[in-house]
Each structure stands twice: as structure tokens, then as C-alpha cells.
């Protein structure tokens, strides 16, 4: 057994992957989800892992969350094993779906993970208070999941998991399901809290313009075997308004991540 | 039509249907009987009066059925053997109690169940074959082998009714606690949440919508199991003993009597886990 590594500074990445490979064993039916995978996420950095279906993207932040265990490599989470981190709490996640529990309304899906952390109630009451105001949503907190368009029940699920204020949050396709309107809404809701709180957030999508303006850095993935083609730092301003989709700048970065899937995507 | 008249109409239109038919049934089926013991010289008209009234009608007909009712009901002290109330709180109690059993031996089958691969493998097969088991053969069996030990009463009743009413329960609940989708799941592991919470805060929770169907049966299974438990006793007392004793003397009216006031238990059974699914669905703001 090797000493506890030193507490990361600001300056250690917050997720650090060596060579990773993670095979998928279904009845001895080997799919290979990620193949040979290095990569390193600075910490306060806005990540957006992107590719096409079946390229590992997902696969890749369930292994950061542990809920995937990778076949070989190495991977570190806040200089520990994703295991210790995930027990630490180290992140929160939000899913595809909201995954609300229907039978609790709104407030007290943002306090379940509060509750599991044993919390005081009174400061429960108040951080879910909080984090539904950030959400626009304060004055349905006492509604239950049901009465809620699917784009308020996605930022229920986001509340719930920055309700317990983890450092990095981990966002697996969160406005895949909803019309275009609301993603607008909802990428410059996620731009403006990610500035305000300096948090690092790993970011799955299939959408280039979404991609391209959330992040300080994209990642480019190919399937068949999962793969990282390409790491494209995006220079935009720092604090971004929807019609920076329209500059010279976003659609110059936004072709170079489209020229990067085309690459790393042959139908051969 | 005011909602109400909606409601009502239908089932008072099935109502007097019934209570027609029933009628007639009774003046056809009594007939013969009533025919043999009439004058020589009765004619057809007194005969069918006479079908209304006999003393043990083949058929009782249904104004008999509602005076049998009211006086065993209301003319007895509730602690007569002569009440049938009394007779109904006997079968009630054992049938609570059997139902109760079956809570806890349900409940419990199904979380070792989900828990456990083991059972799972192992009693689902079992709890399956126990149910094929016809409840009229085993439950002389169940008091005989319980009575010889110094048993008798109450427990064996209950026992039975247990017996009948708790595989909706296991299977409801094995269910119930297996319904959580996978990402649901994962959001417990995402907070690295204990067993106990994951059952608690997720399981237990999403397993309600699946039991509250299963205890509707449950209940009135355990009605049924305590009566039967109450045929082949020769039980003193119950529902069951009322339904023997009315067949072994011919006592058409007391039999029809006990059957109504089970029915009647039955709705009430009903009832209540009803309102337990009202004041649920009340908390859960407007559904279950």
C-alpha cells in the first residue's frame, strides 16, 4: 500500500486518467467502451466531453463517479480512487433524467441528499431554499415532481446535486431530452452558476454549439473503441451571452470540434 | 343530472334488477315446498304468497333476508351467541389478526427476498406451491395438529388466514421493492448512501404503490381464510360456525344472513385500506 497522496493544490488536475480501458463483459460478448484514454481536468475548468453515440462519453464520467470500474489504467478523482471520492462525496452528479423520487415534492428531492449526509433540518430547509431560488424555482418547492415540465424537473435534479455545494459536478447529458427554448435557458443558467461559483464541471453532450459554449475546454471522442481524438481549448470571453453562438470566434472553434468528429467518425 | 345521479342511477337500476329476479327466484324455488305443505284447496295465487313467507325457504326472499338481519343484528345483546354481530366480531378479529400475520411474514418473505439472492432462488418456488395447496384441505388439518398441542381458538384461525393472505403481499412487495429503475439507484450510490437508505429512502417508498392493491386482496383473503378456519372446528362461535350450524339444521335464513354480514365485512376491510391509500396519496400530494 502506497501513503495517502498529498492533498491536491490548485494546480493538480481534479480528475487525472492514465491509459484508461474499460471493456463491458456481457456474457461473453466483450465491448469495448474505452480504449487507451489520458486526459486531465483542471480544477474550475468547464469540460465537455462530446462525441456520437457508443464513443464512451458517458462511460467515461460513470467511471470518474464510480459507477463504472474500469479494466486497466489508472484514474484519480481529487487525488484519490474514484471509490474514496465518491465516498467523500466528493461530486454531484446529475443524470439524463431528473430521476426526482415522485413521492416527494420538489423541496425535499433537493434535501435527499442532505438528509443521507445527516444535515440539520433547519440547515436543510435552507440550503434547499437557496439552491431552488438559483434554479428559478423557489416558489414551486412545494410542488411534487408530476406537476413540473421536464425541463423544471432537470433543474430540480440540479439543485439536488449542488445542494450539498460538491467542488466538481458531474453532468451527464442534462438537457438532452428538452426543446431547444429550454436548453438556451437552461446553458445560460449553467454559464452564469459555473462562473459564480468556481466550481469544475464535466460535462457530457452530443451538441456542438452546446459544447462549445459552456466550455473552457472540449473534449472530442470517437467510438468503436472510445477514444479521445481531440482536446480543444475554447477561446471565448470569459462571461458569454447566447449570441456569442453568432461571433466569428464561437463558429471558428465550432468548426474545428465538428472537424475533429468527422475525423475521428469513418462509416468504413 | 347533478354527478351524484350519474353515480347513483346505474347501480340502483342493477339493484331493483336484482331484487326482481331475486323475487322471482324465491316464488319459483319455493314453490314445490310450499305447494305440499299448503290446503288442498289453496289456490295458486296463496301458494305463491305462501313462497314469501315459509320458514326455511329454499330462497329466502329478500324482505325474510332483511328481517333476519335486523333481528339478529339488533334484537340480541352484542354478547349473546344469539347476535350476529357477535358472531362477526369473533370471524373479524381472528381475520385482523391472521392479516396482521401475514404483514409481517409478507413484508418480511419479500425484503429477504430482494436482499438475499439465496432466498430468492430458494422460497419464491416455494411460497408459489403453497398457494396450490386448496385452503379447504389444509385448514382441518391446521387445527387438528394445532388443537392436539393445546391450541384451539384464535390461533389457528388466525394461522390460516395468515396462510391465505399473505402471498399477495410477498409478491406485491418482492415487486414493489424491485421497481426502482437503475439510475435511481445510482443516485444513491452517487451520495454513497448506506443499505439502510437505499431501503428506506428508495425501496420501502417506491414499494407502496405496489402493496396498497395487494392488501385489498390480502384482506379479504384473510376474511375467507377464517371462516373456513371456523368450518371444520365446529367452532362454537364465527361467522363459519353460523354458516355450519344454519346448513346442518336447515336454516336457509341464517345462512344467507352470516353470507350478507361477510360480505359486509369484506367491504368494510376494503374500506379501510382505502382510506390508508387516501391519506397516502393525501401526503404524497395527489398520487400514489
Same mark, same amino acid.
Given at each position: 500500500?502506497?501513503?495517502?497522496?498529498?492533498?491536491?493544490?490548485?494546480?493538480?488536475?481534479?480528475?487525472?486518467?492514465?491509459?484508461?480501458?474499460?471493456?463491458f463483459?456481457?456474457?461473453?460478448?466483450?465491448?469495448?467502451?474505452?480504449?487507451?484514454?489520458?486526459?486531465?481536468?483542471?480544477?474550475?475548468?468547464?469540460?465537455?466531453?462530446?462525441?456520437?453515440?457508443?464513443?464512451?462519453?458517458?462511460?467515461?464520467?460513470?467511471?470518474?463517479?464510480?459507477?463504472?470500474?474500469p479494466?486497466?489504467?489508472?484514474? =484519480?478523482?481529487?487525488?484519490?480512487?474514484?471509490?474514496?471520492?465518491?465516498?467523500?462525496?466528493?461530486?454531484?452528479?446529475?443524470?439524463?433524467?431528473?430521476?426526482?423520487?415522485?413521492?416527494?415534492?420538489?423541496?425535499?428531492?433537493?434535501?435527499?441528499?442532505?438528509?443521507?449526509?445527516?444535515?440539520?433540518?433547519?440547515?436543510?430547509?435552507?440550503?434547499?431554499?437557496?439552491?431552488?431560488?438559483?434554479?428559478?424555482?423557489?416558489?414551486?418547492?412545494?410542488?411534487?415532481?408530476?406537476?413540473?415540465?421536464?425541463?423544471?424537473?432537470q433543474?430540480?435534479?440540479?439543485?439536488?446535486?449542488?445542494?450539498?455545494?460538491?467542488?466538481?459536478?458531474?453532468?451527464?447529458e442534462?438537457?438532452?431530452?428538452?426543446?431547444?427554448?429550454?436548453?438556451?435557458?437552461?446553458?445560460?443558467?449553467?454559464?452564469?452558476?459555473?462562473?459564480?461559483?468556481?466550481?469544475?464541471?464535466?460535462?457530457?453532450?452530443?451538441?456542438?454549439?452546446?459544447?462549445?459554449?459552456?466550455? !473552457?475546454?472540449? =473534449?472530442?471522442?470517437?467510438?468503436?473503441?472510445?477514444?479521445?481524438?481531440?482536446?480543444?481549448?475554447?477561446?471565448?470571453?470569459?462571461?458569454?451571452?447566447?449570441?456569442?453562438?453568432?461571433?466569428p470566434?464561437?463558429?471558428?472553434?465550432?468548426?474545428?470540434?465538428?472537424?475533429?468528429?468527422?475525423?475521428?467518425?469513418?462509416?468504413? | 343530472?347533478?354527478?351524484?345521479?350519474?353515480a347513483?342511477?346505474?347501480?340502483?337500476?342493477?339493484?331493483?334488477?336484482?331484487?326482481?329476479?331475486?323475487?322471482?327466484?324465491?316464488?319459483?324455488?319455493?314453490?314445490?315446498?310450499?305447494?305440499?305443505?299448503?290446503?288442498?284447496?289453496?289456490?295458486?295465487?296463496?301458494?305463491?304468497?305462501?313462497?314469501?313467507?315459509?320458514?326455511?325457504?329454499?330462497?329466502?326472499?329478500?324482505?325474510?333476508?332483511?328481517?333476519?338481519?335486523?333481528?339478529?343484528?339488533?334484537?340480541?345483546?352484542?354478547?349473546?351467541?344469539? !347476535?350476529?354481530?357477535?358472531?362477526?366480531?369473533?370471524?373479524?378479529?381472528?381475520?385482523?389478526?391472521?392479516?396482521?400475520?401475514?404483514?409481517?411474514?409478507?413484508?418480511?418473505?419479500?425484503?429477504?427476498? =430482494?436482499?438475499?439472492?439465496?432466498?430468492?432462488?430458494?422460497?419464491?418456488l416455494?411460497?408459489?406451491? !403453497?398457494?396450490?395447496?386448496?385452503?379447504?384441505?389444509?385448514?382441518?388439518?391446521?387445527?387438528?395438529?394445532?388443537?392436539?398441542?393445546?391450541?384451539?381458538?384464535?390461533?389457528?384461525?388466525?394461522?390460516?388466514?395468515?396462510?391465505?393472505?399473505?402471498?399477495?403481499?410477498?409478491?406485491?412487495?418482492?415487486?414493489?421493492?424491485?421497481?426502482p429503475?437503475?439510475?435511481?439507484?445510482?443516485?444513491?450510490?452517487?451520495? !454513497?448512501?448506506?443499505?439502510?437508505?437505499?431501503?428506506?429512502?428508495?425501496?420501502?417508498?417506491a414499494?407502496?404503490?405496489?402493496?396498497?392493491?395487494?392488501?385489498? =386482496?390480502?384482506?379479504?383473503?384473510?376474511?375467507v381464510?377464517?371462516i373456513?378456519?371456523?368450518?371444520?372446528?365446529?367452532?362454537?362461535?364465527?361467522?363459519?360456525?353460523?354458516l355450519?350450524?344454519?346448513?346442518?339444521?336447515?336454516?336457509?335464513?341464517?345462512?344467507?344472513?352470516?353470507?350478507?354480514?361477510?360480505?359486509?365485512?369484506?367491504?368494510?376491510?376494503?374500506?379501510?385500506?382505502?382510506?390508508?391509500?387516501?391519506?397516502?396519496?393525501?401526503?404524497?400530494?395527489?398520487?400514489?
Amino acid at each position: 500500500m502506497q501513503a495517502a497522496p498529498p492533498a491536491p493544490t490548485a494546480a493538480a488536475p481534479v480528475v487525472r486518467a492514465r491509459n484508461l480501458s474499460l471493456v463491458f463483459d456481457a456474457d461473453g460478448q466483450k465491448t469495448v467502451a474505452l480504449s487507451d484514454v489520458s486526459l486531465d481536468i483542471a480544477g474550475g475548468s468547464f469540460v465537455s466531453l462530446i462525441g456520437p453515440s457508443g464513443c464512451g462519453k458517458t462511460t467515461l464520467l460513470r467511471a470518474i463517479a464510480d459507477l463504472e470500474r474500469p479494466t486497466s489504467g489508472s484514474l =484519480v478523482v481529487n487525488g484519490l480512487s474514484p471509490e474514496q471520492a465518491r465516498r467523500n462525496r466528493a461530486y454531484g452528479y446529475v443524470f439524463q433524467a431528473p430521476a426526482l423520487y415522485p413521492w416527494r415534492s420538489v423541496e425535499r428531492n433537493v434535501m435527499l441528499p442532505l438528509e443521507i449526509m445527516g444535515m440539520p433540518p433547519e440547515e436543510r430547509r435552507r440550503r434547499a431554499e437557496r439552491y431552488l431560488d438559483l434554479v428559478g424555482l423557489r416558489e414551486f418547492r412545494r410542488r411534487f415532481p408530476w406537476q413540473l415540465s421536464g425541463g423544471m424537473q432537470q433543474r430540480v435534479s440540479i439543485a439536488r446535486a449542488l445542494s450539498f455545494e460538491p467542488a466538481l459536478l458531474l453532468m451527464d447529458e442534462p438537457f438532452g431530452a428538452l426543446d431547444e427554448i429550454t436548453r438556451d435557458g437552461l446553458n445560460l443558467h449553467l454559464h452564469r452558476l459555473w462562473r459564480s461559483t468556481g466550481m469544475t464541471v464535466i460535462f457530457v453532450t452530443h451538441s456542438i454549439p452546446e459544447a462549445v459554449y459552456l466550455s !473552457s475546454r472540449i =473534449v472530442v471522442m470517437s467510438p468503436r473503441p472510445g477514444k479521445v481524438v481531440e482536446i480543444i481549448d475554447v477561446d471565448l470571453p470569459g462571461e458569454r451571452e447566447l449570441d456569442v453562438r453568432e461571433t466569428p470566434a464561437f463558429l471558428a472553434v465550432a468548426h474545428r470540434v465538428r472537424e475533429a468528429l468527422r475525423a475521428g467518425h469513418s462509416y468504413d | 343530472m347533478t354527478r351524484w345521479g350519474r353515480a347513483v342511477l346505474p347501480l340502483a337500476v342493477v339493484l331493483v334488477v336484482v331484487i326482481a329476479v331475486w323475487y322471482a327466484g324465491a316464488a319459483w324455488l319455493n314453490f314445490d315446498v310450499t305447494a305440499n305443505l299448503a290446503e288442498d284447496d289453496a289456490t295458486t295465487w296463496e301458494i305463491l304468497q305462501g313462497t314469501m313467507s315459509q320458514d326455511r325457504p329454499l330462497l329466502p326472499a329478500p324482505h325474510q333476508l332483511v328481517a333476519e338481519l335486523f333481528s339478529s343484528v339488533f334484537e340480541h345483546p352484542i354478547d349473546s351467541p344469539k !347476535s350476529l354481530i357477535y358472531h362477526a366480531s369473533v370471524t373479524a378479529f381472528a381475520a385482523f389478526l391472521g392479516f396482521l400475520i401475514a404483514l409481517a411474514l409478507g413484508i418480511g418473505l419479500a425484503i429477504g427476498i =430482494v436482499h438475499v439472492r439465496t432466498l430468492d432462488r430458494s422460497l419464491m418456488l416455494w411460497i408459489i406451491a !403453497s398457494q396450490t395447496i386448496p385452503v379447504l384441505a389444509i385448514a382441518p388439518m391446521v387445527v387438528v395438529v394445532l388443537g392436539n398441542i393445546g391450541f384451539t381458538g384464535l390461533l389457528p384461525k388466525s394461522l390460516i388466514a395468515g396462510y391465505l393472505s399473505f402471498f399477495p403481499i410477498v409478491t406485491g412487495m418482492v415487486k414493489g421493492l424491485r421497481s426502482p429503475d437503475p439510475m435511481q439507484r445510482d443516485l444513491m450510490r452517487t451520495y !454513497s448512501a448506506s443499505g439502510l437508505h437505499l431501503f428506506t429512502m428508495l425501496r420501502w417508498p417506491a414499494s407502496m404503490s405496489f402493496l396498497l392493491p395487494s392488501l385489498k =386482496v390480502a384482506a379479504t383473503l384473510a376474511l375467507v381464510g377464517a371462516i373456513v378456519a371456523e368450518l371444520p372446528t365446529g367452532a362454537q362461535a364465527g361467522l363459519g360456525a353460523r354458516l355450519l350450524s344454519g346448513s346442518y339444521y336447515g336454516q336457509t335464513l341464517q345462512i344467507w344472513a352470516a353470507l350478507f354480514m361477510a360480505s359486509f365485512l369484506a367491504l368494510l376491510a376494503i374500506g379501510v385500506v382505502d382510506l390508508f391509500r387516501l391519506v397516502l396519496i393525501r401526503r404524497r400530494g395527489g398520487r400514489l
